[in-house]
């Protein structure tokens, strides 16, 4: 039997009010510590994007939020060394619950920051996703040859 591609699906929250953007600094874990990414995660498997979405960003920032309010508003196929990702950006409108660091070992550090004057330490992809969202693009390629 011939194994079929693979792409490795994850979700990213863009938490925006009054124009600010929601960034937790990257901590201890061996990818891009120090830099800044928003509410984000992995699909584990049998598991939709939007149930990984709701799920990772209470793990990350202990807030609640509903599948109802979430908005699909950006899709990002994505090169990394040798494999291929799908990134899926949601918003959402509103949320409940106390923002805190719920993962110290893996975020030493959150903050709201202008969106149009992010911080000079961030994730590459991730500053590339908000800037084409501000454009209004719903789908970007990122990490191919000639390609940012």
Not at 37 to 65: C, F, N, Q, Y
Not at 113 to 142: C, D, T
Request: with cysteine; glycine share 6%.
């Amino acid at each position: 039997m011939t194994s079929r591609f693979t792409l490795i699906p994850a979700v990213h929250l863009f938490l925006i009010r009054n124009q600010q953007v929601l960034l937790l600094r990257r901590f201890n874990t061996g990818y891009e510590d120090g830099n800044y990414s928003v509410p984000a995660g992995h699909l584990d498997g049998d598991e939709t994007a939007t149930a990984a979405m709701i799920r990772e960003t209470k793990e990350e920032t202990s807030l609640v939020i509903k599948p109802v309010d979430l908005k699909l508003i950006h899709v990002m196929h994505r090169k990394k060394l040798t494999e291929e990702r799908v990134d899926l950006f949601f918003t959402i409108p509103t949320w409940q619950g106390k923002l805190k660091i719920t993962e110290p070992h893996k975020c030493d550090y959150l903050s709201w920051f202008p969106v149009k004057k992010l911080p000079p330490n961030m994730v590459p992809y991730i500053r590339f996703a908000i800037r084409q969202y501000l454009k209004g693009n719903i789908y970007s390629e990122y990490g191919w040859k000639g390609e940012p």
